[in-house]
């Protein structure tokens, strides 16, 4: 079977000879980006005028306008020309007639009105200058336009424009306007191209140039497939797939395929826009004549220093700015052209050559390739022998008791990798399953997750507590420090029939510390942990989350148990005392206060009952029976606020001797 799998992974790619035609020069290179972005190199030719010529599709001449380039230092863009965005629009604005009025002849004689003419239907022929056109209704048929028009000799004549109808314009001016609008509407009916004329300046007269422009492309993909084996080793080969929808067939053409995600943006060069502008009334209104102006005699001073400014020398670096700066681009590009490069040369299977940079690794595929427009190429980019471990992940949290077998790549290939699509065989059984890969820089290592182990079950289980870490007293107000602490239990239970390598990744807590015996690494979003489970046999993970979290209590206010809680969790005796101490005189404290409260709830009572019985009084007649008993209560009433008040009294002097209290004991901390 490995000799089957490693087959698959070898394959050749032949690609038949495509011949095209190549108007525009032929394509030279294309370096396609992740950003979406192809970098196109080509030859143009030059004609005597200096002009080269380059047909694009319509939808890509804002990024030709935007990016084209001449290669070389034989020549530089002095500048573009094209048909604007609304050829047919802008031909007819100068035009006498709408495009609408070619459409009959009818119309046409009328968008030209006051034009010399001859004009033939039905056997007669009329000549002159066109006065009007005159539609008429015939019942039920067609309705008939009757023209008028005014000869040489001033007569005027009408003629029924019939189907035969044919009219000479004999106005040279007005028919030259006429051809000139009917070529406009033959070009805007295939109005999909620009021919772009690009003026080269210092370029060999009738030669070639090399001409380099960004334009849209889709993104190139990558297809991982990888073979595991016995050693700890895996075979990984990265295919690259690439459409070639740039309108135009590629032949021969240098590929060059980049991870780099550059910034890219478009703008609508190749658009008209206008600018609002308010618009001013004019205004008619007589104004009052200014006096003549005497003159700013400050311009004397500011014109006195704009001379000595002028006199002065210019600094070496600012009159040399142009010429160091296009001197030091110049040597810039040298260098680079005659930098040799540094290739990274894959196994012989794999001839693409990878470089590294410091934010993209570039892949230059070997030879030239033919492929037309619209047509799909996909051939190897990467062919190495990686280290690989076979491992079971589990997620903290998740709903699945089962872990998912997944393949640890690191990457000992010298060249970062992109993103893409992976399919994974093993090298005695065949295809095991597909996994996602993210970009893998070089010397980094990835898990790439294929299927779901249900020999193995992972449970875990949370413990969560609480202690005092510290207590601080500070003019009467307790400093409490408490660390929170929650510990994660796994439990893996292994496999019965082999041994399994476990990767816990336990979800990261923000503001938590995180310890663990079994700690083996991060990700952005969890800790990883990481253990060997022999078979059959069961094996626990244990991760520790804590957090301190400072808080302030008033101790006047503190409650009697949370002081005792306290004076339990310090290990300092005196404190622990202290807090005793106070936690007795604040029990004492509180009890006296609620009986105060009670009291104050009683005498509130009475005091409503009392406002119901002097309600009641008013009611009722007087020497009656009935308000003897009012009477009667209400005195009884004011004997029992009297009873109350002074027993209020006495609470409130205990009270305020046990609050004394509790704030000399707080003074000694």
Request: charged share 25%; hydrophobic share 40%; no cysteine.
């Amino acid at each position: 079977m490995l000799k089957q799998v490693t087959a698959i992974l070898l394959l050749s790619v032949a690609f038949p000879a495509i011949s095209l035609a190549a108007d525009n020069g032929a394509i030279r290179a294309i370096t396609l980006s992740s950003g979406g972005l192809a970098e196109v190199s080509r030859s143009a030719a030059v004609d005597s005028d200096g002009v080269a010529r380059l047909e694009v599709p319509l939808d890509q001449v804002d990024d030709m306008l935007k990016s084209l380039v001449v290669n070389g230092t034989e020549g530089s863009v002095a500048g573009f020309s094209l048909a604007g965005p609304q050829p047919l629009q802008e031909t007819f604005k100068g035009l006498p007639f709408t495009p609408e009025a070619l459409s009959s002849v009818p119309s046409l004689l009328i968008s030209i009105q006051g034009a010399r003419v001859s004009v033939t239907s039905g056997g007669k022929t009329v000549e002159g200058n066109i006065l009007g056109i005159e539609t008429r209704k015939a019942g039920e048929n067609a309705p008939v336009h009757l023209l008028t028009v005014l000869d040489k000799d001033g007569a005027v004549e009408t003629l029924a424009l019939g189907e035969d109808a044919s009219v000479r314009i004999e106005d040279a001016d007005m028919r030259a306007k006429v051809a000139k609008a009917a070529a406009a509407i033959a070009r805007g009916k295939n109005d999909s191209t620009r021919i772009i004329d690009i003026k080269v300046n210092g370029a060999k007269s009738s030669g070639d140039i090399g001409l380099t422009y960004v334009v849209p492309s889709p993104i190139w993909k990558t297809a991982y497939k990888v073979v595991t084996g016995e050693n700890g080793k895996a075979r990984l080969q990265a295919w690259t797939v690439l459409e070639n929808a740039s309108g135009e067939d590629w032949k021969g053409v240098k590929l060059t395929l980049t991870s780099a995600e550059p910034v890219t943006l478009k703008q609508g060069l190749h658009q008209l826009y206008w600018r609002e502008r308010q618009e001013v009334p004019v205004d008619t209104a007589s104004n009052n004549v200014p006096d003549p102006d005497s003159g700013d005699l400050s311009n004397r001073q500011r014109l006195a220093s704009d001379v000595e400014e002028r006199a002065a020398p210019a600094p070496a670096k600012a009159m040399m700015g142009g010429v160091s700066r296009k001197a030091s681009a110049s040597a810039y590009m040298a260098d680079e052209l005659e930098k040799p490069a540094a290739p990274m040369q894959m196994a012989a299977a794999n001839p693409t050559t990878a470089t590294e940079s410091d934010i993209s690794a570039t892949f230059e595929l070997p030879g030239t390739y033919d492929l037309a427009n619209g047509n799909t190429l996909s051939v190897p980019i990467v062919d190495a022998e990686l280290d690989a471990d076979m491992v079971d992940m589990y997620r903290g949290g998740s709903a699945f008791p089962n872990p998912i077998a997944a393949v640890m790549l690191k990457n000992t290939a010298g060249v970062s990798m992109p993103a893409g699509i992976l399919t994974l065989y093993d090298s005695k059984i065949g295809y095991v399953g597909d996994s996602q890969l993210s970009a893998l820089p070089k010397g980094d290592t990835r898990l790439a997750s294929f299927a779901t182990d249900r020999k193995v079950s992972i449970s875990e289980q949370q413990a969560p507590t609480e202690e005092i870490a510290s207590l601080k007293v500070s003019d009467g107000v307790m400093q409490a420090v408490v660390k929170y602490r929650q510990t994660t239990t796994y439990t893996v239970s292994g496999a019965l029939d082999g041994e399994r390598t476990v990767i816990v990744e336990h979800p990261i807590r923000d503001g938590w510390s995180f310890s663990s015996g079994e700690s083996f690494g991060k990700t952005a979003t969890h800790q990883r942990l990481k253990a060997v489970v022999p078979a059959a046999t069961e094996k626990t993970l244990t991760a520790v989350d804590e957090q301190l979290q400072s808080t302030s209590y008033a101790l006047v206010d503190a409650e009697p148990d949370m002081l005792l809680g306290w004076s339990a969790s310090t290990h300092d005796k005196v404190l622990t005392d202290k807090l005793a101490n106070l936690a007795d005189a604040r029990k004492r404290q509180v009890a006296i206060q609620n009986e105060l409260a009670s009291l104050d709830s009683e005498i509130e009572k009475t005091i409503n009952e009392q406002e119901r019985i002097r309600h009641n009084i008013g009611a009722v007649p007087d020497n009656s029976d009935l308000k003897k008993r009012y009477l009667k209560a209400l005195a009884d009433s004011e004997d029992q606020i009297a009873a109350m008040n002074e027993r209020r009294d006495s609470v409130q002097e205990e009270s305020d001797r046990r609050g004394d209290h509790v704030t000399d004991i707080i003074r000694t901390f």
